[in-house]
């Protein structure tokens, strides 16, 4: 994670002491060796579908869970699975969410494939699909056929430089609305919708707000991210998923015995107050928001947005736009069905799912996000 001033005055004010020399300051300075390394691998495999795959792998998903499998055994062909180890099962029951991720692996892996001369043909759920779960059935059979005429995805140029920007954003910045509608141009499925208008801003500022509050204050849902806390560069290194608190700001605190997860859940601690002051801060400083809407809801289209949203963020980082998920009020346990209903009243209030809803703004540039390797991903290869 980025270390913003914002942060470093959050950890003054909580009396962590920074040691600059020394064997300490070594050690809050290092970086994650190998969880990053897939960012610099992409593209360098010789073999198509690997090198598709390479790519692919970067794509947005939910709490950076990573949720793919791939099997190569069939030539020519990948045959997408789901990995049940991977699903958020308290804050994304019937695993919508994390099917919208595997469609944005499928149309990064589309764009990728093209760059190399390859059209895809893909058929989703060949084995057929439940709205209840996600199972062991196929998520998608994908053959690479080789198409020296395939179109090349200029969207694809921003792949490494896309991130999810979970920092405050600048709030003298405002963002134009001819930004907004830009975003919406590149979508080919869903129905887009945005604002940047001050009205619609305030609504979603504090919903958003609401949605996330929830969240953490609801027990089961919130010990499910904190179950997946990487804290440090050891245990990002150990498991590349999840949510990365490292970099100097999480070393010092985790050495200084300020950050765990114990402090984490501990609601009268400096670690859970800080933490609760960020995320709030992310909401609060929306300076823009967009969505996406649905008049169905079956796997196939949770993948086709899938490949909506991983475009628009693409898009949005080719304006130089931060663009940060706030899906909290679309997810469907029980204790968020206030602010379920709140969005679908005003968004879709003649039937539809709306899908995905994120913040944009102006903010600093963050880091990559953690990545387990490829061969990691691969079975039956």
């Known amino acids: ?32 060796q190998s969880a990053y390394l897939p960012w610099s691998q992409a593209g360098s495999y010789s073999e198509p579908r690997m ?22 055994s069939e030539d020519g062909v990948i045959t997408l699975l789901a990995d049940k180890d991977r699903l958020l099962p308290q804050t994304d029951p019937f695993h919508r969410q994390i099917t919208i991720g595997l469609g944005c692996f499928v149309e990064l892996l589309r764009m990728a494939a093209a760059e190399d001369g390859y059209r895809v043909a893909s058929t989703l759920f060949p084995e057929g699909s439940s709205t209840a779960a996600l199972d062991d059935r196929p998520v998608a059979r994908l ?17 490494l430089h896309r991130r999810s920007l979970k920092e405050p954003f ?22 887009f919708g945005g604002s940047v208008e001050p009205g619609d801003v305030a609504f979603w500022r504090a919903l958003t707000r609401e949605a996330l509050k929830i969240e953490v204050e609801t027990s089961h849902t919130y010990r499910e991210s904190v179950d997946l806390f990487r804290i440090g560069r050891h245990e990002v290194d150990a498991n590349p998923d999840g949510i990365d608190f490292s970099g100097p700001l999480f070393e010092t605190l985790r050495l200084t015995g300020q950050f765990s997860r114990e402090h984490a859940t501990n609601t009268t601690s ?11 801060a992310n909401a609060d400083t929306a300076m823009g928001h967009v969505w996406l809407i649905t008049p169905d809801n079956t796997r196939e289209t949770q993948i086709a947005v899938g490949a909506d949203w991983l475009r628009v963020n693409l898009a949005a980082t080719a304006r130089g736009l931060g663009f940060h998920p706030l899906s909290q009020a679309l997810q469907e346990f029980p204790e968020m069905q206030g602010p379920f209903r709140a969005v679908h009243d005003r968004l879709a209030p003649d039937g539809g799912t709306v899908q995905m809803l994120a913040r944009i703004g102006y903010g600093p540039q963050a880091g990559q996000s953690p990545r387990w390797p490829l061969e990691s991903r691969i079975v039956h290869a």
């Open 170 to 191: 600048d709030l003298a910045r405002p963002v134009a609305a001819e930004r907004v509608a830009e975003l919406g141009a590149v979508v080919g499925h869903a129905r």
């Open 143 to 159: 053959t690479f056929i080789a198409d020296p005429k395939v179109a090349r995805d200029p969207l694809f140029a921003e792949v």
């Open 1 to 32: 994670m980025t270390v913003t001033r914002r942060k470093m005055m959050f950890l003054v004010g909580g009396g962590a002491v920074l040691a600059a020399a020394g064997g300490f300051g070594l050690a809050v300075s290092r970086r994650p």
């Open 270 to 280: 400096f670690a859970y107050k800080s933490g609760m002051d960020a995320v709030f």
């Open 51 to 72: 090198r598709a795959l390479s790519w692919a792998l970067l794509a947005p998903n939910p709490h950076n869970r990573q949720p793919w499998l791939a099997d190569l």
